[in-house]
């Protein structure tokens, strides 16, 4: 859990979400606990995240989070009722989108993660085809930092 500054200046308590579905594909999450509200980050675009509605997924992934949240006593450690969570799932439109359908989801993932994490925002600046390399290429830079050279 983390949190970044609301548009007040106050806190805004954030969940960071991989989300699975039983078809191999990843898509991203971020639960927005005061709204109850889970943005969703997909790299295949709305069609997959209607497949994901329509195959009740994100019921079920609201079942495991209000279940996580009754075990971390989020309610009682905060002093408020615990309410049922009917999750709102918002599709997030303006996200970069794979080419293609070999497997990329799981970098995009990680890369929509490192964005909102570092408080960047995620938007389409690079070109669909060269995305999953450039952000496999930013990856590497994260995680080998200059140890590996200059690439």
């Not at 979400?17 to 971020?30: A, K, T, V």
């Not at 209607?50 to 450690?77: G, H, P, Q, T």
């Not at 905060?78 to 970069?96: C, D, K, S």
Request: hydrophobic content about 40%.
């Amino acid at each position: 859990m983390l949190w970044k500054k609301d548009r007040t200046g106050g806190r805004l308590w954030l969940v960071l979400l991989p989300i699975h579905s039983s078809h191999n594909h990843w898509l991203f999450g971020e639960l927005r606990l005061a709204s109850i509200e889970v943005h969703i980050y997909d790299s295949l675009g709305r069609g997959a995240y209607e497949k994901f509605k329509s195959e009740r997924i994100f019921s079920k992934f609201e079942r495991r989070v209000a279940n996580y949240l009754d075990k971390i006593k989020y309610w009682a450690r905060r002093n408020i009722p615990r309410i049922p969570l009917n999750m709102q799932f918002i599709y997030e439109e303006n996200v970069p989108q794979q080419s293609s359908h070999l497997g990329d989801c799981g970098v995009f993932v990680c890369m929509f993660m490192e964005q909102l994490v570092s408080g960047q925002p995620i938007r389409v600046l690079i070109d669909p085809k060269n995305a999953a390399l450039e952000f496999r290429l930013r990856m590497t830079k994260i995680i080998w930092g200059s140890s590996l050279g200059p690439m």
